[in-house]
């Protein structure tokens, strides 16, 4: 799998080293654009999803994203994660979406163009990220950065 978490604040996300697998966290929300100014292909943002930065925002988001870089992997972390995901990967189709869930209600929605290709798209659920079939649990954090490995 070879997914690594790396954090960094906003000001040494511009310095920090990536390599394909690494999921940039800056807590203030600019990950999608340190990756696109960055243009390192094969790695992906993790975005904090809720009230004010919603499912459907981070889809958008993550679908320019992928025009710019290519978009590996994605984390969704906030309230209802699992919800937020599976929003979020559907709305990174060309399709027209209808759904119901507790964090979102589509009728005809739709976020155009997609992506160039599928994106994997996590939820962060207490401490571990899912994907709907797969679970990573973390390994040891060093250097601010910290491997995921899959859970049988």
């Not at 080293?17 to 960055?38: F, M, N, Q, T």
Request: proline share 9%.
């Amino acid at each position: 799998m070879g997914l690594v978490r790396v954090r960094a604040d906003r000001h040494a996300a511009a310095r920090v080293d990536l390599e394909p697998g690494c999921l940039l966290d800056v807590p203030d929300g600019v990950a999608a654009l340190v990756l696109a100014a960055r243009g390192v292909d094969g790695t992906g943002p993790w975005l904090r999803v809720g009230p004010d930065y919603p499912a459907a925002l981070a889809a958008r988001d993550l679908a320019a994203l992928a025009w710019v870089i290519d978009v590996t992997d994605a984390v969704v972390e906030g309230p209802d994660a699992l919800d937020q995901a599976r929003v979020v990967r559907a709305l990174l189709s060309e399709d027209a979406v209808s759904m119901e869930s507790p964090v979102a209600t589509l009728v005809e929605a739709y976020n155009r163009p997609a992506p160039p290709h599928a994106i994997a798209v996590w939820a962060w659920v207490e401490g571990e990220l899912r994907d709907g079939e797969r679970t990573l649990a973390p390994g040891p954090t060093r250097h601010g950065r910290t491997p995921w490995v899959e859970v049988d």
